[in-house]
């Protein structure tokens, strides 16, 4: 098959970052890309609340850092900073802080309510601008993403959920994708041990009918051992960086599915600080990495152009 293929945008690895989803939706037109791949993670961490001090004047932590809010103007703009920031912002009494300190299952509840909500208006905003546009956008969650998501994203009119799925990219390449990941000493929704996580990824790469010259794998877990995968050292125990140490934390599964099979296009995330592109064999193995809390939003193009081996591709960062 000699036709020209796809340009494609990856990016993964948002955590709730609202100017970054918006970033991810509106690369298609930025960058010319005929593709659009979210590989992970695309839910934030925990809620913020905006405590009311009365007479419009409004109390916050953020990153340990204490603000404080007056007007309504202001409020809203300081709901918006912390959306960007990759947290859900919600107003309540010092009555419901302490009920809601109290309560970790009430807390626990109205965070998955504050995470649905958000990934709904996700999904609207993103049909709305992408609809019509021929641009192909495909999401798959991450580890720390909830089960519940997936079902949001299906009811999108343009956006296809990518979770051990194999979904048909133009020029007869195809994309199968898992956001699973090897165990992480945070104990997220989808992580398994690496017998289990190459078991599930051989089922989903077994989906696949495209030849390997025109197969994208889109696994959340680098390839352990690589400069992909290359993380802070944490006591699992204390769940504290251990000083100035790395290590490797990527996934052997990974690293043996790529080996074997030998795609043409392999694209992680999951490690933010490993940004990068090597080459495993034939295969083009990408981690564009995250730096969404600066509200920056890492990525990588990659032009699929009908060879066998991917050569036109380039980091970006906007």
Known sequence: MSKKGPRVFFATDVHGSEVCWRKFVNAGKHYEADVLILGGDMTGKAIVPFAEEGS?????????????????????????????????????????????????????????????????????????????????????????????????????????????????????????????????????????????????????????????????????????DTQLDVAPKIDWERLEVQGQDTAHVGSTAVREVITEVQPLLSLHGHIHESRGAIRMGRTLVVNPGSSYVEGT??????????????KKYRLTSG
């Not at 720390?144 to 009119?157: F, G, K, Q, R, V």
């Not at 939003?297 to 991917?310: A, F, H, R, W, Y």
Request: glycine share 8%; net charge negative; aromatic share 8%.
């Open 297 to 310: 939003l890492d990525g990588c193009v990659i032009e699929l152009d009908g060879k066998d081996k991917v």
């Open 56 to 224: 419009g004047h409004w109390i916050f932590h953020l990153q340990d850092v204490r603000h404080e809010v007056e007007g309504e103007d202001e409020l809203a703009k300081a709901k918006r900073s912390v959306r960007d920031h990759g947290y859900y912002p919600v107003v309540m009494s010092h009555e419901e802080m302490q009920r809601y300190s109290a309560d970790t299952g009430a807390l626990d509840a109205l965070f998955k309510e504050e995470m649905r909500k958000t990934v709904e208006e996700w999904v609207a905003f993103a049909d709305e601008r992408l609809e019509g546009s021929g641009i192909q956008c495909i999401v798959c969650p991450g580890n720390d993403d909830a089960y519940d998501i997936d079902e949001i994203l299906a009811t999108s009119h343009t956006i296809q959920v990518g979770e051990a799925n194999a979904i048909d990219l133009p020029a007869g390449y195809q994309l199968v994708s898992s956001g699973w990941t090897n165990p992480t000493p945070w104990d997220t929704p989808r992580e398994e041990e690496e017998d289990k996580l190459k078991e599930r990824l051989a089922r989903v790469i077994e989906m696949a009918t495209a030849p390997p010259d025109r197969l994208v794998l889109g696994l959340h877990a680098p390839p352990y």
